[in-house]
């Protein structure tokens, strides 16, 4: 067998491509510190998406790389470097990388379901995470993640969020003094809420922002779009024609706003029987025809499963409670393709030469 030298293998770890941008290690400038002890290779890379099967995925190439050298064991040590939005100088929180909305034209699709556990997905994944409940009509977070409370302040300036599960919330809900307690508010006031918990909550350093949007196309997304600049949005559907009619008019909307449908998920698809055999209780093909009409890759499809019910209702999603469950590894695996995505978006706005930066958001000066 070969006798590895460190000159061969920084060569061969520089020629290692990063399945997310298909280009060299090297020419990224993603890999560091690479030793050579005996036969035992040590590096750093730095990757875009905290996404497990992408550590896979280039673990597998780096072994395969190394090993005609004559290397018996290749350690890495990962770095995660979430690449961030551009932000206007007013951008009310300067500090969160990315926003993504979870929103559909049709109400009773699953968007919290799927916005809760994208953002528990991204969490076990190791990045910093929020949840915002935007559907001040109809909050749904307390009970889905199994949490009350009042939010506080510390300096009389800024809201503390609640957090659970190693997510920062907030929700409408944590301020009602009865769950059951309607909300009779007007455009305006819902307005003025919704950037209050924009602005006004310390979300800190985060990764993600997920917000959990209102169905309809309504004033939230309308008032977010003016606030801030919006990564990118989530479209939820499941596969009946009653559905689409709605989804699209959400599409629509997302682009008069100019926000970027980052995929399309398919939630109730199917539901498949003790036997395996598979029923399609609400057709098929609708979240191939949203994707299609929006452009957008089709980032899953969440089978229809019992424990998603209980668990929500319990106040553990089911990526936290049963990520080993077919809907639970559908949504992990959902999670993991938008961080991806996220991160080629961000690629080729920056030309597409060098991994894009994660430092710190981009401030975008204004001119008025």
């Known amino acids: 067998m070969a006798t590895p030298t460190l000159e061969a293998v920084q060569d061969a770890l520089a020629k290692v491509e990063d399945p997310t941008f298909e280009r060299p290690l090297g020419e990224l400038g993603t890999l560091a510190d690479v030793s050579l002890e005996g036969t035992v290779a040590r590096c750093t890379i730095a990757l875009s998406s905290p996404s497990e099967a992408l550590r896979r995925r280039v673990q597998e190439r780096v072994d395969a790389a190394l090993s005609p050298l004559g290397v018996t064991l290749s350690e890495i040590d990962w770095k995660v470097r979430v690449p961030t939005r551009e932000t206007v100088g007013d951008d009310p929180i300067p500090d969160v990388k990315n926003v993504i909305l979870v929103m559909s034209g049709k109400g009773g699709v699953g968007k919290s379901t799927v916005a809760s556990n994208l953002a528990l997905a991204l969490r076990r994944a190791g ?65 003025g809420a919704l950037q209050q ?20 196309t309504g ?95 319990k106040g553990t999603p089911i990526v936290q409670a049963a990520p080993g469950s077919a809907a639970g590894q559908e949504l992990i695996a959902i999670a993991e393709k938008l961080a991806d995505h996220i991160a080629r978006r961000h690629f080729e706005r920056a030309g597409g030469d060098k991994a894009p930066p994660a430092e710190g958001p981009k401030r975008l000066r204004i001119l008025r």
């Not at 924009?198 to 169905?215: F, K, M, Q, S, T």
């Not at 004033?219 to 919006?230: C, G």
């Not at 009653?242 to 629509?252: E, I, P, Q, R, W």
Request: charged content about 20%.
């Open 197 to 216: 918990f924009v602005r006004d909550v310390d979300w800190g350093e985060l990764d993600y922002l997920i917000v959990d949007a209102p169905p309809g």
């Open 219 to 313: 004033d939230v997304a309308l008032t977010l779009a003016q606030r801030m600049r919006i990564t990118g949005v989530v479209i939820v559907t499941t596969p009946q024609d009653v559905a689409l009619d709605d989804v699209y008019k959400g599409v629509s909307m997302c682009r008069k706003l100019n926000l970027p449908i980052l995929g399309v998920v398919e939630n109730m698809s199917c539901f498949v029987d003790t036997a395996g055999v598979r029923h399609e209780l609400f057709g098929s093909g609708g979240g191939a025809k949203v994707a299609e009409f929006a452009d957008a890759p089709l980032l899953g499809q969440v089978p229809i499963e019992a424990e998603v019910r209980e668990w929500g209702d």
């Open 127 to 191: 990045a910093r995470v929020g949840l915002l409940d935007a559907d001040l009509y109809g909050p749904s977070l307390p009970t889905m993640l199994g949490i009350q409370g009042q939010p506080y302040s510390t300096d009389g300036k800024t809201i503390e969020p609640l957090q659970r599960f190693g997510l920062k919330l907030m929700s409408i809900g944590f301020l009602l003094e009865d769950p059951k307690q309607a909300v009779i508010w007007r455009g305006p006031m819902l307005h």
